[in-house]
């Protein structure tokens, strides 16, 4: 082979070389110099864990069932004048470990409470129970600021009353122990009196 013929193949396959590449990064002894390609899409992002409060105690309906029967105790409540109840809802709560534990959330304590309304509604129970409100009754305040929860089977209560004063719209809570045959004085405006003494709960009569 002739050194020019040699000559004319070498061209053409430096051509045919530099054809292939053509459009391709530029080569380096570091790697490609050209953009490096993206990165991977990130993973989604995990679903957040539900924020709010979560009852330890667990709902039996057999801690209710005492509520739900006929009674002969009577709960007589009455607000103050400058924070009435009037026009307004009452709720009775029966007493229970699942009960008690989301009163205690909501209010921070099982005995009397005073809060405003908004930071109590600001409260989410993550595994609130709906079949709780079968056992809660209701009742509402005349003008006066008065209610009545009649023909209750004795046991322990919660009140749960909202009340409007000059600072806005609260929710007072208080817990009460209804007695068979007698009816039960319970203002909403300081601590809930002892339960009569055992001796006059005996005496009482059953109705």
């Not at 070498?10 to 045919?16: E, G, K, Q, R």
């Not at 709720?91 to 304590?109: D, F, K, Q, V």
Request: with cysteine; glycine share 8%; hydrophobic share 40%.
């Amino acid at each position: 082979m002739t050194a020019g013929r040699r000559s004319g193949l070498l061209t053409a396959f430096s051509a045919l070389i530099l054809f292939a590449v053509a459009g391709c990064a530029e080569l380096t002894p570091e790697g490609p110099a050209g953009p490096l390609p993206p990165p991977p899409p990130p993973p989604p992002p995990r679903a957040a864990a539900p924020q709010g409060i979560i009852i330890n105690a667990p709902f039996k309906a057999d801690d209710f069932a005492w509520s739900v029967r006929p009674g002969t105790a009577r709960i007589q409540g009455l607000t103050a004048h400058d924070a009435s109840c009037a026009g307004n809802a009452v709720a009775l709560t029966p007493a229970t470990p699942y009960s008690s534990e989301r009163i205690h959330a909501l209010y921070g304590s099982n005995d009397y409470a005073v809060l405003p309304m908004q930071a109590v509604r600001a409260k989410t129970i993550v595994n609130d129970n709906p079949a709780m409100r079968g056992y809660v009754r209701a009742a509402r305040c005349d003008g006066t600021g008065a209610f009545v929860f009649d023909k209750l089977p004795a046991g322990p209560y919660f009140i749960i009353a909202e009340v409007n004063d000059a600072s806005g719209p609260k929710v007072i809570m208080r817990r009460v122990t209804a007695v068979a045959g007698r009816t039960l004085q319970a203002p909403l405006n300081g601590p809930a009196p002892p339960p009569p003494p055992a001796a006059a709960r005996r005496h009482t009569p059953q109705g």
